[in-house]
Structure formats: C-alpha cells, structure tokens
Antibody
C-alpha cells in the first residue's frame, strides 16, 4: 500500500538548520507531487511548498522563501525538506503529503506521512 | 492569498446527533475545496475533495456541499470515532494552498 514514512524527531538551536526526510513506497515515485505542511503545537495547518519528484522543480510559500529547500532522491524514492535559520516559531510537526492526482499538482492531499516534530530551543 | 474562515470553532454534540460545519472563503474557490479530519497525534485524513466527493473509504454519513465562497460539511449521525478536528482547504487559487482554522467537534 502507499506509505510515506518520515524521519524522527529533531531538537535544534535557534539559527541552525534541520532536514526532514519522507520516504515513499507503494507507488511510482515520479508520478505524484509531494507537499510539505507544518502544524505548530495546538495550531492549524500551514502549507510550506511542493516538489515535483520527476524533475525536482519546486514552489515554496512566500513566507518561507529563502529559508526552505525541498529536494528529492529518485534512487530511494525519498523527498527532503530543509529549513534553515531556525527560530522558536518554527517549532512544529512537519508533514509530507502526496498529491491527489497523478502527473499534475492538484493541490489536494491524499496520503500523509506520520509527521516529524521539530523543536527549536536554546 | 485566500483566507478560509471556519465556524463554529467548537461544536459540542452527543453521539447520534447531526453536525453541521461551515467554511467561508474570502473569494471564490469554485468547488476546489476539501475537508480533512484530524485526531490528536495523527496526520489529517482526506474526507471530501472538490466540495462534495467523498474520498475512498469515507462513510456515507459524511456529506458536503457548496461552491464559490460558502461550504458545508455535514455528519448526519455522529459516531464516537467522529469526534475530532475538521479542516477545510482550498486549491482554487494557489500558491499558496490555504487551510481554515479548524472546527473541533467534541463530546457534549
């Protein structure tokens, strides 16, 4: 079955960077776009950006431009999200989600990873 | 950026009762609106896509309607498993994709 398995929790100091991975299985990796969404403790959902696993093209939320980088490794069917210059407000659960439609980004999220808690604290 | 406003923030109901959740968009998103259910410690789950289409495996007690700026999610008879937070999300005009603030359906 389709699965997205994310890397484990991270604790980082302000100013550091963090990389979260999302390993996919159960489908053709290059056929579906992957989104990243984050959720601060007790808060709602915030879309961070999207990557095309086929060509590697990305679109990021304007708020995070310059601090977020999404990449992929087709050999391992894994997508990565790096967030730099971390601040306390970046403390959140980070989730990867597969797009609903094959071949083009529909903007709906069909399958989700389990989430990765990133804590930013001095 | 399209802002989605969900109401009420909290809905206190008993099992077997009907739940009606609202989502209003700051501008038209046509029918490009989805609903998700999220339980504590879990990732969201897609319930409804394109305003009214139930996702695979979603029970028929979940239904949704709307277009343009006003949308509704209805749970006809609440089961114990339905008490959770529900989010609407638009893909009518993106980036960015945006979510509503959520409605918590809690046991009365």
């Amino acid at each position: 079955q389709v699965q997205l398995v994310q890397s484990g929790a991270e604790v980082k100091k302000p100013g550091a960077s963090v990389t979260v991975s999302c390993k996919t299985s159960g489908y053709t990796f290059t056929s579906y776009y992957i989104h990243w969404v984050r959720q601060a403790p007790g808060q709602g959902l915030e879309w961070m950006g999207i990557i095309n696993p086929s060509g590697g093209s990305t679109t990021y939320a304007q708020k995070l431009q310059g601090r977020v980088t999404m990449t992929r490794d087709t050999a391992t069917s894994t997508v990565f999200m790096e967030l730099s210059s971390l601040r306390s407000e970046d403390t959140a659960v980070y989730l990867c989600a597969r797009d609903f439609v094959s071949g083009s980004p529909s903007g709906a999220f069909e399958v989700w990873g389990q989430g990765t808690l990133v804590t930013v604290s001095s | 950026e399209i802002v989605l406003t969900q109401s009420p923030t909290t809905l206190s109901l008993s099992p077997g009762e009907r739940a009606t959740l609202s989502c209003r968009a700051s501008q038209s998103v046509s029918t490009y609106l989805a609903w998700y259910q999220q339980k504590p410690g879990q990732a969201p789950r897609l319930l409804i896509s394109d305003a009214s289409n139930r996702a695979t495996g979603i029970p028929a007690r979940f239904s949704a309607s709307g277009s343009g700026t006003d949308f509704t999610l209805t749970i006809t008879s609440l089961e114990p498993d339905d008490f959770a937070v529900y989010y609407c999300q638009q893909r009518g005009n993106w980036p960015p994709l945006t979510f509503g603030g959520g409605t918590k359906v809690q046991i009365k």
